[in-house]
């Protein structure tokens, strides 16, 4: 049997601003269902690459595929949730009027009322755990609480593949466990792929399949367990990292010095290389 | 009940209410999108940019309505073509733009004034003077007004998710840049007609004042719209009413009607707030 074609294979992408290159080369793949952590410090081209995804950005060159089939624009297989969202407490904008303008909002027209669209919202919204607070005004909901909503609105047209930007900064670490899980639960249940950029890969660890990071516009990827390596990341950061686990969990702390990297990549060798 | 015989029997009367109606339903609509898009202060300068637009219609003999109508299209054109920028850039560009559309108010007014020997022109630009307001205006100010609320009706979905994020509005497909212009155009329709109403200075109070109480008592947008509209309505017949009311209070002249709306418009907002 034939294999299925990957959710999103991007090729030698190639990003600049001017002269300044954002983006060399990346390359990486990730089949459906995945959840993959984009990694990087702040600057590094994740947002330039999710942009660039979404067809917001016109790369130099290099390829990018979804499902197999050459994208060059904005598609509706592709669903974002940006980094975050600017509501005034005060604007009368509810929750689930916010996923509703994920399935409509391009629409010309009055919003009449249906029963069937207002059925797909309620399950969005329970696909994210958000029911109790659909009725809620944006405004009123904590970080977490919009981020659900956000994830709802991102996900009502059954994209194929779901983008999201720095989606943990700034939470709590209890709202970062609830969106993490609903992450998963999403790549797991409804086989969409999951990317997910963040700075921090800590609170994505327990829960992602491949890595993809992000460093002075050069990519590397490959399967978590093979890149969250003290070797691997040592070399990646530029800093001594500390891969460590913890009643039965991976963690991964800056543990020393920079001038000690040397020593760490005369003992420890990377292996992992860019994966197209 | 009404102290004031023949009030409905009153032609000016019934041209001051129906372009006084005319302008509430059009600023309910488009007030609540300003706020939402936090363009108060353009939607304010739109206003008094206009009443260039009046004192050169008086000038030359002109219709006011058309002259308002084509200097807010002149500016909101120039607004448009401004794009998107930072709000601390966009309102540095909007007052300039500001201050030199009431030089050129202040040019045509002097010259109304020297010409003709009459104050009349400079109160009736910034101040309104619904009773004067010729019989022959009401079917082009409500050809205005319903055009204004075809184009929001048409747009109001994409409208709204633009006005609560431009980036995730693109990025379903929402063109934009477009939008925004479609949205300045009412803006323009809806200063003009609030000009003719209560003058281009006090324009932005119907234009802001129902829409900002309207959005502190609503939890969904559409009803935002419908009771900014309630709002503006009963404040500018029960202004139109007042003034009508007030010949008999000091006898041989009544009182502005710009004045009773803006301050019903004004006690409505500070109840607003204990309502809440």
Known sequence: MDKPPDALSVAYLNVAFGARRVLQDVSFSLAPGAFCGLIGSNGSGKTTLLRTILGLETPQGGDIRIDGVRHTGRSASIGYVPQKLNIDPDMPIRACDLVELGLTGHRLGLPWPSKARRALVEEMLAAVDATGFAGQRLGSLSGGQLQRVMIAHALIRRPRLLLLDEPLASLDIAAIAGVVAVLRRIATEYGITVLVSAHDMNPLLAAMDRIVYLAHGRAVSGMTGDVVRTEVLSALYGYHIDVIRVHGRVLVIAAGAADELPAVLETHPVHVSAIP | ?276
């Open chain 2, 1 to 276: 009940m009404f102290a004031a015989a023949g009030f409905f029997s009153s032609a000016p009367v019934q041209t001051a209410l129906v372009i006084a109606g005319g302008a509430a339903v059009v600023s309910g609509a488009v007030g609540v999108f300003t706020i939402i898009r936090g363009s108060t202060f353009a939607g304010h300068a739109l206003a008094d940019v206009s009443s260039a637009g009046g004192a050169a219609a008086f000038l030359f003999g002109l219709s006011p309505l058309l002259g308002f109508l084509g200097m807010a299209a002149v500016a909101a054109g120039a607004m448009g073509m401004a794009g998107e920028r930072r709000a601390a850039e966009r309102d540095l560009l909007t007052g300039i733009v500001l201050g030199a559309g009431l030089g050129v108010t202040a040019l045509f007014l002097y010259f109304d004034v020297t010409s003709r020997s009459t104050t009349g022109a400079a109160i009736s630009v910034m101040f309104g003077s619904m009773f004067a307001i010729p019989p022959g205006m009401a079917p082009l100010a409500v050809s205005i007004g319903a055009a204004a609320l075809v184009v929001i009706g048409l747009i109001y979905r994409p409208l709204l998710l633009s006005s609560l994020d431009p980036g995730l509005a693109r990025v379903r497909g929402v063109p934009v840049r477009l939008v925004g212009g479609l949205y300045l155009l009412v803006l323009a329709f809806a200063v003009t007609l609030s000009a003719m109403t209560i003058g281009a200075i006090l324009s932005t109070a119907l234009l802001i004042g129902p829409a900002a109480a309207a959005l502190r008592l609503s939890r969904r947008p559409d009803f935002a719209i419908l009771l900014a509209m309630a709002i503006g309505i009963f404040a500018c017949f029960c202004g139109i009413w007042l003034a009508y009311d007030s010949y008999d209070w000091t006898p041989g002249h009544g009182w502005p009607v710009s004045f009773f709306i803006v301050t019903i418009i004004f006690v409505i907002y500070l109840l607003s707030g204990l309502a809440r």
